[in-house]
Nanobody, 120 residues
Framework: QVQLVESGGGLVQPGGSLRLSCAAS????????MAWYRQAPGKQRELVAT???????NYADSVKGRFTISRDNAKKTVYLQMNRLKPEDTAVHYC??????????????WGQGTLVTVSS
């Protein structure tokens, strides 16, 4: 019913930047809180950043000051601008959204993931 598609991952050198995008589509009445998570090799999935429907943001301490989450409600898209990347940022990054559908269901939806590799 609802899909999230991430894009923008890739290989970048330490200190570099990447911008991830996550586009939502489908039977969406309202697209509410959205978030980015990441999972490094051998590690648990961790929350990176959140943004409410009104634009209020929160960040993990490890990325605060380096990453910026934003959203374009008209495009139903959330972004993660990642600056001053470090090797420890290497992870599969996942988009997450809280959605209410036109059929009345409340869903938590995950994207398929996009790999960010930070290496020299």
């Amino acid at each position: 019913q609802v899909q999230l598609v991430e894009s923008g991952g890739g290989l970048v050198q330490p200190g570099g930047s990447l911008r991830l995008s996550c586009a939502a589509s489908g039977n969406i009445l309202s697209l509410n809180d959205m978030a980015w998570y990441r999972q490094a090799p051998g590690k648990q999935r961790e929350l990176v950043a959140t943004i409410t429907s009104g634009g209020t943001t929160n960040y993990a301490d490890s990325v605060k000051g380096r990453f910026t989450i934003s959203r374009d409600n008209a495009k139903k898209t959330v972004y993660l601008q990642m600056n001053r990347l470090k090797p420890e940022d290497t992870a599969v990054h996942y988009c997450n959204a809280q959605v209410r559908t036109f059929s009345g269901r409340r869903l938590e939806v995950w994207g398929q993931g996009t790999l960010v590799t930070v290496s020299s």
